[in-house]
T-cell receptor
Framework: GNSVTQMEGPVTLSEEAFLTINCTYT??????LFWYVQYPGEGLQLLLK?????DKGSNKGFEATYRKETTSFHLEKGSVQVSDSAVYFC?????????????FGTGTQLKVEL | DVKVTQSSRYLVKRTGEKVFLECVQD?????MFWYRQDPGLGLRLIYF???????EKGDIPEGYSVSREKKERFSLILESASTNQTSMYLC?????????????FGQGTRLTVV
């Protein structure tokens, strides 16, 4: 079956620090890969995505590259801000026909302090 | 703006009660999902639906049922609420499947069973 592993949180960083949140997945076939973000008190929203190998998704200064050889999709940001404090979810998505499950990792909480 | 609306932000129910959680989307999406979110466990899929009157079990369907009589509405039913169903419930919808399919989430319903 399909599964995803994210690094455990919480991750606590100072403002302007470099961020990496690791994500690896196992899947039958070639999934699209997504990162979702959940700000306090809200539902999830899409942060970025990549649909094929070597694609790089980017948004709001965050980036992630689809690495087929290592089945990874690590999230990075060069300089985090307090407003980036949230929970980040990695989510591989595979088309299987007749209904497709969207599976999420356990989420990584990020806290950014001044 | 696209919208997924959950009927309640907070609910308190008694053990044994029948509980209905309602979700409505205004994007004419085929797919709808119900998840529960618990600390340390991330998002776990309860049920999903890829068409009206169609439903598929997710990873943790026990104790729950669903109804999708209209395309825009997907209801989660707790037949006899128990304290271990105290959780945050998130509804999501997505368009007809493609590799770029993005899921849109409601703001969540925090259910407490006492």
């Amino acid at each position: 079956g399909n599964s995803v592993t994210q690094m455990e949180g919480p991750v606590t960083l100072s403002e302007e620090a470099f961020l990496t949140i690791n994500c690896t997945y196992t899947a039958t076939g070639y999934p699209s890969l997504f990162w979702y973000v959940q700000y306090p008190g809200e539902g999830l929203q899409l942060l970025l995505k990549a649909t094929k190998a070597d694609d790089k998704g980017s948004n709001k200064g965050f980036e992630a590259t689809y690495r087929k050889e290592t089945t990874s999709f690590h999230l990075e940001k060069g300089s985090v801000q307090v407003s980036d404090s949230a929970v980040y979810f990695c989510a591989p998505y595979i088309l299987t026909g007749g209904g497709n499950k969207l599976t999420f990792g356990t989420g990584t909480q990020l806290k950014v302090e001044l | 703006d696209v919208k997924v609306t959950q009927s309640s932000r907070y609910l308190v129910k008694r053990t044994g009660e029948k509980v209905f959680l309602e979700c409505v989307q205004d994007m004419d999406h085929e797919n709808m999902f119900w998840y529960r979110q618990d600390p340390g466990l991330g998002l776990r899929l309860i049920y999903f639906s890829y068409d009206v009157k169609m439903k598929e079990k997710g990873d943790i369907p026990e104790g729950y049922s669903v109804s999708r009589e209209k395309k825009e509405r997907f209801s989660l039913i707790l037949e006899s609420a128990s304290t271990n169903q105290t959780s945050m419930y998130l509804c999501a919808s997505s368009d007809k499947d493609s590799l770029n399919t993005e899921a849109f989430f409601g703001q969540g319903t925090r259910l407490t069973v006492v």
